[in-house]
């Protein structure tokens, strides 16, 4: 669910990079921004190797632009799942191949009692890993960039490794770019992949986990169709597998590992290109009919209102996305508003149709009037149209990521206030609506999330 297609038309957050565990984490959460990551260069240590199928794997096991991250983030992210953890469960069995709707493959768990993977044989002896401590894998898959991390147990991320998305080059040539990735990230904590216990991807792009594929893509026309479920799973045999698009799995992160810790119910939207985000029920993903719930962005709050890019109009996408946030200020100072913002712009050398959602923020964290006044319209609309969220879903956290995180109280504060005056009474009041705790690593932990999923009884 969620409006995911945007990923593919914006660069990715970069990370720095550094070796051996030391803390590197990002304090901006702007994800909308572009940034370009350092990198160092790190030969990969596998021991296994990814099986070839019939697709014509690219063999090349270094790129200049990989790199290793290694990380931890126990200084950003609390720890502590309650038994929802336990209690979640994989999505309900498809029609397609035998797989579980969330992409698991379905498969038999090793009989050791040291052992969490599984496996095609439930014989102990078939299975070499029971010594082994578990590792989880993950790849966040965006249009420009792909970043593969290897993940302990309980899901803290040891390394990670980043390249650009070979796009021009189709499908094909980015699910080799997806292996050989895995086959150095794991190499990072001296595994090869298939001796993980699962990999997570995901997705950012529209993805249908009933039949494993990925829908059509706008701006890589080649993707539609392509049995992403099956090309991995033959890659990796004996690995869980789960795979669902970036918005599910931000949401399956920031429940897990993030500011929606402990809840049952927890609705995640993030204010990037669009409104995506996805809801978490009973301790599992809602998904709805064609994966395509939790669509709060499109909501509709103005009747006739600003036009959408779903082709409707008045939608909450169309006034408080990023886009729409710099489109909405734009309007204002061709109305000759903001004379002192108008001319700071100019003296930068800023043209007032470049003006982005970046610029607003940064303008209303150093005070500018006329930023604060737009980002409290701004809070108004989101607001709005989480109210309307709340009083159908009533979930005891709304997480909110994107221009959420990077404006803080001064976007927060007026739209929890908006969310209380708006959502039906004894509901708003009693929902938390907290900034996202993962900030520029929701993508890595959207693939481990994932991972932990595909382990799931
Ligand atoms: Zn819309």
């Not at 989101?382 to 309307?388: C, D, E, K, P, R």
Request: proline share 5%.
């Amino acid at each position: 669910m969620g409006r995911v297609s945007s990923r593919w038309s914006t660069a990715s957050a970069s990370t720095n990079t550094t070796v051996c565990g030391s803390a590197t984490a990002k304090t901006d959460a702007s994800s909308y921004s572009t940034r370009t990551g350092t990198t160092s260069k790190s030969g990969p240590t596998s021991r296994g190797r990814i099986r070839s199928t019939s697709i014509p794997w690219r063999t090349s096991s270094t790129s200049p632009s990989s790199s290793i991250a290694s990380r931890s983030r126990r200084s950003m992210v609390r720890r502590s799942r309650s038994g929802a953890a336990a209690r979640r469960a994989t999505s309900p069995a498809s029609s397609w191949d035998g797989r579980t709707a969330s992409g698991s493959t379905a498969r038999a768990a090793c009989t050791s009692a040291r052992c969490t993977r599984r496996t095609k044989s439930s014989s102990t002896a078939a299975c070499s890993r029971m010594d082994q401590p578990r590792y989880l894998l993950g790849l966040d898959v965006g249009g420009t960039k792909i970043a593969a991390v290897v993940a302990d147990g309980p899901g803290d991320i040891l390394a990670k490794i980043r390249r650009p998305t070979p796009a021009a080059l189709g499908p094909d040539a980015i699910v080799a770019e997806m292996t050989d990735m895995l086959t150095e990230v794991a190499g990072a904590v001296e595994i090869g992949p298939l001796d993980a216990a699962a990999l997570g991807v995901s997705f950012g792009g529209p993805y249908d986990p009933v039949r494993g594929v990925v829908r059509d893509i706008p701006n890589l026309p080649d993707w539609g169709g392509v049995p992403l479920l099956r090309l991995l799973s033959d890659a990796l045999p004996g690995v869980a597998l789960a795979i669902d698009n970036d918005a599910n799995a931000a949401a399956l992160a920031e429940w897990r590992f993030g500011a929606g810790q402990g809840a049952e119910h927890m609705l995640y939207l993030t204010m990037g290109t669009g409104i995506g985000g996805g809801i978490v029920s009973d301790g599992r993903l809602y998904r709805g009919l064609r994966n395509a719930g939790g669509e709060v962005g499109h909501t509709v709050l103005v009747p006739d209102g600003a036009e959408c890019g779903c082709g409707h109009r008045g939608c909450l996408e169309a006034y408080a996305s990023g886009p729409a946030i710099a489109r909405r200020a734009i309007e204002k100072l061709e109305a000759g508003e903001g004379v002192e913002f108008a001319d700071a712009l100019r003296d930068a050398g800023i043209a007032l149709l470049e003006l982005k959602t970046e610029s607003i923020v940064e303008a209303a964290r150093d005070g500018v009037t006329f930023a604060m006044d737009h980002l409290a319209d701004t809070a108004f609309y989101m607001g709005w149209g989480i109210a309307n969220a709340v009083s159908i879903l009533a979930p005891e956290v709304v997480v909110l990521g994107t221009v959420a995180t990077a404006a803080g109280d001064m976007f927060m504060e007026p739209l929890r206030r908006r969310v209380v005056d708006m959502a039906m009474p004894g509901v708003g009041d009693a929902t938390r609506v907290e900034p996202a705790g993962l900030g520029d690593l929701v993508g890595d932990y959207a693939a481990i999330a994932l991972a932990v999923d595909a382990l799931a009884p």
